[in-house]
């Protein structure tokens, strides 16, 4: 009885009473490396100049076909903006290492797909799993390999999978994060707020600011802030003030000194009596502010820190 061979991944099925006294020697080479190959192998193919690339397929011998792993290189424009890569008419998955680089155009491709059946464009850089149901070729995801694009959004259990967002939402984080994230404590969201309990020390940074006529403050950029007066200055308005937020802002003497400070509106001092700067060289002086609206900053100088 002669062999025969898997649908598949072409495996060689020995006949009875075939092979004699080289029965192992296939079972080896035409069952088991193979089936080590279509587990685990992995091979490059290098896409030409043609529309279309045919994937070896042989029975019961070594193929590209069969690999568990197809690595593609080369590059796709020019004549051709779009080559296949065809497959056997068989039920298999592979994974896809797309590495072609396209020379013209961002419609340049790559199509995984059957001869007579649909095929799959694998973006460029993309590794994932495509596989094939014997008719065409399809992605592990309909829409793109992995999680899938925004547009088909679909992840997650929820009506809507992945659920509309703004940056207001507390997931988003501000960019400028990127050491130290670790919140220690217990979180809670209540009433659109953001608390945290905890025993850990909280730092928030000194910003220094842009020594001017005219000193500019963003609140945004954090509470506590520093500046080193270089003549006679104008503390303008902070943009971006929220109701509730508290910091300092030191104001330190150049080695010249006898430098002065006025206020813009906004600050709102206690009994309307505007603070003086110590004037001597290097004197450093803190004003304790809080946010009582986005126009109305309340305010206290301490002066002289020294020893």
Same mark, same amino acid.
């Given at each position: 009885?002669?062999?025969?061979?898997?649908?598949?991944?072409?495996?060689?099925?020995? *006949?009875?009473?075939?092979? @004699?006294?080289?029965?192992?020697?296939? !079972?080896?080479?035409?069952? /088991?490396?193979?089936?080590?190959?279509?587990?685990a192998g992995i091979t490059t193919i290098d896409v030409g100049a043609t529309t279309s690339v045919t994937l070896t397929s042989n029975n019961g011998a070594g193929d590209q076909a069969r690999s568990a792993i197809l690595h593609i290189k080369g590059t796709v424009g020019g004549t051709h903006n779009t080559i296949s890569l065809v497959i056997p008419g068989?039920?298999?998955?592979? !994974? /896809?290492?797309?590495?072609?680089?396209?020379?013209? #155009?961002?419609? =340049?491709?790559?199509?995984?797909?059957?001869?007579? *059946?649909?095929? +799959?464009? %694998? @973006? +460029?850089? $993309?590794?994932?799993? %495509?596989?094939?149901?014997?008719?065409? %070729?399809?992605?592990?995801?309909?829409? *793109? +390999?992995? !999680? *899938?694009?925004?547009?088909? $959004?679909? /992840?997650? %259990?929820?009506?809507?999978?992945? @659920?509309? #967002?703004? !940056?207001? =939402? /507390?997931?988003?984080?501000?960019?400028?994060?990127?050491v130290n994230t670790t919140l220690l404590g217990t979180k809670t969201i209540r009433d659109g707020q953001f608390i945290i309990s905890t025993s850990a020390r909280a730092v928030n940074p000194i910003t220094t600011l842009t020594d001017a006529a005219s000193i500019a403050v963003d609140f945004l950029t954090g509470n506590n802030f520093l500046v080193t007066v270089g003549g006679n200055r104008a503390l303008a308005a902070p943009s971006n003030a929220t109701a509730g937020q508290t910091g300092l802002i030191y104001i330190i003497q150049d080695g010249t000194g006898n430098r002065t400070l006025s206020y813009n509106t906004v600050y709102k001092f206690v009994s309307g009596s505007v603070p003086v700067l110590t004037t001597t060289a290097g004197a450093v002086d803190m004003l304790v502010y809080s946010a009582r609206s986005a126009t109305t900053v309340d305010a206290v100088m301490l002066p002289d820190f020294k020893r």
């Open positions: 009885m002669a062999s025969t061979f898997t649908t598949n991944i072409r495996l060689n099925k020995q *006949g009875d009473g075939d092979n @004699p006294n080289s029965w192992g020697d296939v !079972l080896n080479n035409g069952v /088991i490396s193979l089936t080590d190959q279509a587990i068989n039920t298999k998955h592979y !994974l /896809i290492n797309n590495q072609v680089s396209a020379n013209t #155009t961002a419609s =340049d491709i790559i199509k995984v797909k059957t001869a007579a *059946g649909d095929g +799959f464009n %694998v @973006p +460029f850089g $993309a590794i994932g799993w %495509v596989y094939c149901d014997s008719a065409s %070729v399809k992605a592990t995801n309909t829409k *793109g +390999f992995n !999680l *899938g694009t925004a547009a088909s $959004a679909d /992840i997650g %259990v929820c009506a809507t999978n992945v @659920p509309d #967002t703004s !940056l207001a =939402d /507390i997931r988003y984080l501000r960019t400028a994060v990127t």
